[in-house]
Nanobody, 121 residues
Framework: QVQVAESGGGLVQAGGSLRLSCTAS??????VAWFRQAPGKEREMISC????????YGADPMQGRATISRDISKNTVYLQMDSLKPEDTAMYYC????????????????WGQGTQVTVSS
């Protein structure tokens, strides 16, 4: 069973950048996605990286300010976030699936505990 764990969250000023990391116990055959959930809102997908393909983006809630990448040698998927805004404040989750990337939380069965991102104005 694959496990994932997020890191890299924190407090940042508006306009700043953060790079989140999702380290998996193994990436072979696994699609890994980044989601976020703000208080009172639904969990939304930011981006996903298929095992045998490139990145896939969902509804692009960050409007081009987030870039997903992968380092297979480190079993890690990254989310680089730039020009952060206060409305980006949320818990950010890493999720994984053994099928191809899906666009909703229901498409993923493996989840991390989340890492909090807080953007101050």
């Amino acid at each position: 069973q694959v496990q994932v764990a997020e890191s890299g969250g924190g407090l940042v000023q508006a306009g700043g950048s953060l790079r989140l990391s999702c380290t998996a116990s193994g990436l072979r055959g696994v699609a890994v996605a980044w989601f976020r959930q703000a208080p009172g809102k639904e969990r939304e997908m930011i981006s996903c990286f298929n095992w045998n393909g490139g990145p896939t983006y969902g509804a692009d809630p960050m409007q081009g300010r987030a870039t997903i990448s992968r380092d297979i040698s480190k079993n890690t998927v990254y989310l680089q976030m730039d020009s952060l805004k206060p409305e980006d404040t949320a818990m950010y989750y890493c999720a994984a699936t053994f099928v191809s990337c899906g666009r909703t939380a229901h498409d993923y069965s493996i989840w991390g505990q989340g890492t909090q991102v807080t953007v101050s104005s």
